[in-house]
């Protein structure tokens, strides 16, 4: 593959930063998503380097996601992260915010008992009923997430009656559930097969999973677990100074009365004690 960039290093560094920088203007001025680079005894012979040396550049480029392997096949240009903040925001709105044309194609929807799982998550019985909507999101075309939300019947009872709404925070804000506040807790994972086939993922497995608890001033309005591709997603988390916990904590049991014990005689010189609490900022 013939090349007209020229590559940029800095002065006096190191053989495979050299390789990099030129991989790096080749994939910027020339190549695009899913074009293959220059192969390993290509880029040795160009720049008179070891094998070693070329892999260590390409290495590089694979762990910052820039570029992807193929087993058999080489090594190609991957798609780009989208970075996605993790705020009390619709997929929708999000990537609106980023410039992207979001789609959303429903997989299932229903109503069902919520069970164990969904039950703690919401705070309601396993048997009280709940919506539940799975949806396939989309972003300029490109399949980014599965999402799985459940909904008690209780606050929204004709939720469904027209089919599942464009949005389902927007359908709560209707009733009178506006959701103010989440938690979420995100895990990195393997994507299982039926995952894989529906977010169109070949050559990687690698997912996200983010579940969320939703909470309007009157407490829990929705429980959702989302599967993102892990391939072309990013999140990205603001962090602030610490606050106190919004999440009331349970009070200590009180504990039994006892007996008086007998007065210790007189001390001198005591030293005081003191209690510290901690307090943590809920995401």
Same mark, same amino acid.
């Given at each position: 593959?013939?090349?007209?960039?020229?590559?940029?290093?800095?002065?006096?560094?190191?053989?495979?930063?050299?390789?990099?920088?030129?991989?790096?203007?080749?994939?910027?001025?020339?190549?695009?998503?899913?074009?293959?680079?220059?192969?390993?005894?290509?880029?040795?012979?160009?720049?008179?380097?070891?094998?070693?040396?070329?892999?260590?550049?390409?290495?590089?480029?694979?762990?910052?996601?820039?570029?992807?392997?193929?087993?058999?096949?080489?090594?190609?240009?991957?798609?780009?992260?989208?970075?996605?903040?993790?705020?009390?925001?619709?997929?929708?709105?999000?990537?609106?915010?980023?410039?992207?044309?979001?789609?959303?194609?429903?997989?299932?929807?229903?109503?069902?008992?919520?069970?164990?799982?969904?039950?703690?998550?919401?705070?309601?019985?396993?048997?009280?009923?709940?919506?539940?909507?799975?949806?396939?999101?989309?972003?300029?075309?490109?399949?980014?997430?599965?999402?799985?939300?459940?909904?008690?019947?209780?606050?929204?009872?004709?939720?469904?009656?027209?089919?599942?709404?464009?949005?389902?925070?927007?359908?709560?804000?209707?009733?009178?559930?506006?959701?103010?506040?989440?938690?979420?807790?995100?895990? =990195?994972?393997?994507?299982? *097969? &039926? +995952?894989? @086939?529906?977010? $169109?993922? #070949?050559?990687?497995? %690698?997912?996200?999973?983010?579940?969320?608890?939703?909470?309007?001033?009157?407490?829990?309005?929705?429980?959702?677990?989302?599967?993102?591709?892990?391939?072309?997603?990013?999140?990205?988390?603001?962090?602030?100074?610490?606050?106190?916990?919004?999440?009331?904590?349970?009070?200590?049991?009180?504990?039994?009365?006892?007996?008086?014990?007998?007065?210790? =005689?007189?001390?001198?010189? *005591? &030293? +005081?004690? @003191?209690?510290? $609490?901690? #307090?943590?900022?809920? %995401?």
């Amino acid at each position: 593959m013939a090349a007209t960039t020229q590559a940029r290093a800095p002065k006096g560094g190191h053989k495979h930063q050299i390789v990099r920088a030129y991989l790096s203007d080749l994939i910027a001025n020339e190549l695009t998503i899913g074009d293959a680079v220059p192969s390993e005894r290509v880029l040795t012979e160009k720049f008179g380097v070891s094998r070693m040396t070329v892999r260590q550049a390409l290495d590089s480029l694979v762990a910052d996601g820039v570029l992807q392997r193929e087993q058999g096949r080489g090594t190609f240009v991957a798609p780009q992260h989208t970075d996605f903040e993790m705020r009390l925001t619709t997929f929708g709105e999000e990537a609106r915010r980023l410039g992207l044309v979001p789609s959303t194609q429903v997989i299932d929807s229903g109503t069902l008992p919520a069970g164990r799982v969904v039950a703690e998550a919401l705070g309601v019985a396993p048997e009280d009923r709940v919506h539940y909507v799975e949806r396939l999101r989309f972003a300029d075309g490109t399949p980014m997430a599965v999402e799985r939300a459940w909904v008690p019947v209780a606050l929204a009872p004709d939720l469904l009656d027209d089919g599942v709404p464009a949005s389902l925070y927007g359908a709560l804000r209707e009733r009178g559930h506006s959701p103010t506040w989440g938690e979420d807790t995100i895990m =990195a994972a393997e994507a299982s *097969a &039926a +995952e894989q @086939a529906i977010l $169109a993922m #070949t050559s990687v497995r %690698a997912v996200l999973r983010a579940h969320r608890k939703t909470y309007s001033d009157d407490g829990a309005c929705m429980y959702s677990q989302m599967c993102y591709r892990g391939d072309r997603y990013s999140v990205v988390v603001p962090l602030r100074e610490a606050r106190p916990t919004i999440v009331p904590r349970l009070a200590p049991a009180p504990e039994l009365e006892a007996e008086p014990a007998p007065a210790p =005689a007189p001390r001198t010189g *005591a &030293a +005081e004690t @003191a209690q510290t $609490a901690q #307090t943590a900022e809920t %995401a």
